[in-house]
């Protein structure tokens, strides 16, 4: 797989855009866009990719996520969600913990495969696909301490469905972080290199 900044950009979006759509969900019940939904889900059957495009298809398709990033790291710090900024801070913990755990890595591998079986059958986003993506996650990264705690309406986090998408829009999220990690990324370029990624993340937007 190619290390370079564009793709190590793309993955980082993919983080961004899952951690939004968990919000939708949280707050709304819904996502805003189905086709971003979609992305997110499609992304974790994707498991031995040639380039980072063929993980989420086209840079078109994390044009949620890019936006997501030109509000976070951009001037204009009214538009900052700190809401997000914490759950992308805690599967950067996550990530580093569960790359020293290999039975746990092996157990969600396992999980992804029997998802991505039903998939081929039903659909990347059919109600019996995001259970076992959820389970595999509650399985998993929900045993491993910090544990994420999604704020939202009561409603909607208490219906099993919006739980379920939550849940697998998490483990997206996860799979996008050690994409992330693998091209490079590290927690200190959210610091130091803004600009820099200010630059990509528009040069990529206009490839949508």
Known sequence: MQ????????????????????????YRGKVDNADDFET???????????????????ARNLTTGFNVMLA??????????????????????LERRLAKNPQLLQKIGSGIDIAKAQAEHFSPTHENVLARLADTYSETISTIPPKIIVMGEQGHLSNSNNAAKVRSLL??????????????????????????????????????
């Not at 997110?40 to 086209?58: M, Q, R």
């Open 3 to 26: 290390h370079s900044y564009r793709e190590q950009m793309l993955a980082f979006a993919g983080i961004w855009q899952a951690v939004k759509l968990v919000q939708q969900v949280a």
């Open 40 to 58: 997110c889900i499609n992304a974790l059957f994707v498991t031995d990719p040639k380039t980072t495009d063929e993980v989420y298809g086209s």
């Open 72 to 93: 976070q790291f951009g001037d204009a710090s009214d538009k900052r969600d700190m809401e997000l900024t914490k759950y992308v801070i805690s599967l950067m913990h």
């Open 171 to 208: 483990l997206s999220a996860i799979r996008s972080t050690v994409l992330w990690y693998q091209l490079g990324g590290r927690r200190m370029m959210l610091l130091f290199t803004r600009a820099k990624m200010l630059k990509q993340t528009r040069a990529l937007l206009n490839e949508t």
